[in-house]
């Protein structure tokens, strides 16, 4: 099992910029890809980005692409998301994921049922 604690939410104005964290321990070693989700109220948990333990490539769901980056420390077992530009439409409650089993498949990718473990969540709430 993996666990997963995120930080660095907050309330930011539109055009700001975060960036959260995920400390991830226990069975880090097996874990194959690391992603990030968000869910607003009343909308169903939505894929931001992932990145695979093997060679680091990455992906993103279209509406944050260029906007955000997600990179991890492997020395520090900690994935980031930083947020630039920010939107009041990316205001949302966002979640670490950790997925043991590789696999290239987005579809997959962007399943949160595709995932092993998660944190509980940290808020970012973006101001007009």
């Known amino acids: 099992q993996v666990q997963l604690v995120e930080s660095g939410g907050g309330l930011v104005h539109a055009g700001d910029s975060l960036r959260l964290s995920c400390a991830a321990s226990g069975r880090t070693f097996s874990t194959n890809v690391l992603a990030w989700f968000r869910q607003a109220p009343g909308n169903e948990r939505e894929f931001v980005a992932a990145?695979?333990?093997?060679?680091?490539?990455?992906y993103y769901r279209d509406a944050v692409k260029g906007r955000f980056t997600i990179s991890r420390d492997d020395a520090k077992n900690t994935v980031y998301l930083q947020m630039n530009s920010l939107k009041p439409e990316d205001t949302a409650v966002y979640y670490c994921?950790?997925?043991?089993?590789?696999?290239?498949?987005?579809?997959?990718?962007?399943?949160?049922?595709?995932?092993?473990?998660w944190g509980q969540g940290t808020q970012v709430t973006v101001s007009s």
């Open positions: 990145i695979m333990r093997q060679d680091s490539s990455t």
């Open positions: 994921a950790a997925r043991l089993a590789a696999t290239r498949a987005f579809g997959l990718i962007r399943t949160s049922r595709a995932y092993d473990s």
